[in-house]
């Protein structure tokens, strides 16, 4: 169940995923966590855990989210604990995915935030303005740097500035 909701923002955001698993005589834990590529953030690490109490009596779903540096107030730690013996998996799948949507709107903060977008903005000379580099239209190759344009007609009119290939 995790799996298929964990890929519904794959084709969003890029994340490696790191699984795991342990079991021993009187243990059980498996576990993911995504490690997410973004130059806002020098880790941004989403985890969930299944495991048992000592009495393996009930189950215990834990969601983590660690994002350094923060700069704004978010849930890092949740837990859900339920008797084994009536497990339901409606409210599994509603509790992972309010945690999804917790994750989301943590992710939505970091795009919106000022401290993290100063590392992901870039200038377009030609139209004169800052952008997050992730809303480029165009990038052009200048003299071993990468240029990012707003829109392809600024970036045409950059090329032609330079002598270069237009695009």
Same mark, same amino acid.
């Given at each position: 169940?995790?799996?298929?909701?964990?890929?519904?923002?794959?084709?969003?955001?890029?994340?490696?995923?790191?699984?795991?698993?342990?079991?021993?005589?009187?243990?059980?834990?498996?576990?993911?966590?995504?490690?997410?590529?973004? $130059? !806002?953030?020098? +880790?941004?690490?989403?985890?969930? &855990?299944?495991?048992?109490?000592?009495? %393996?009596?009930? *189950?215990?779903?834990?969601?983590?989210?660690?994002?350094?540096?923060?700069?704004?107030?978010?849930?890092?730690?949740?837990?859900?604990?339920?008797?084994?013996?009536?497990?339901?998996?409606?409210?599994?799948?509603?509790?992972?995915?309010?945690?999804?949507?917790?994750?989301?709107?943590?992710?939505? $903060? !970091?795009?919106? +935030?000022?401290?993290?977008?100063? &590392?992901?903005?870039?200038?377009?000379? %030609?139209?004169? *303005?800052?952008?997050?580099?992730?809303?480029?239209?165009?990038?052009?190759?200048?003299?071993?740097?990468?240029?990012?344009?707003?829109?392809?007609?600024?970036?045409?009119?950059?090329?032609?500035?330079?002598?270069?290939?237009?695009?």
């Amino acid at each position: 169940m995790t799996r298929e909701k964990l890929e519904r923002p794959r084709g969003r955001i890029e994340f490696d995923v790191n699984p795991a698993h342990l079991q021993a005589e009187r243990f059980y834990q498996k576990s993911v966590t995504l490690d997410v590529k973004s $130059e !806002l953030a020098g +880790t941004i690490r989403l985890g969930f &855990k299944l495991s048992h109490d000592s009495d %393996v009596r009930n *189950i215990l779903l834990d969601y983590n989210l660690d994002i350094i540096p923060i700069s704004f107030r978010l849930n890092p730690h949740t837990r859900l604990e339920m008797p084994l013996e009536s497990c339901d998996e409606a409210a599994v799948a509603k509790w992972l995915d309010e945690r999804i949507v917790e994750f989301a709107n943590a992710y939505l $903060e !970091l795009l919106s +935030t000022k401290q993290y977008q100063e &590392k992901a903005m870039v200038s377009d000379t %030609v139209a004169g *303005i800052s952008f997050p580099k992730h809303f480029a239209a165009s990038t052009l190759g200048h003299e071993g740097t990468t240029c990012y344009f707003i829109s392809d007609e600024t970036c045409r009119e950059s090329a032609k500035k330079h002598g270069l290939e237009v695009p």
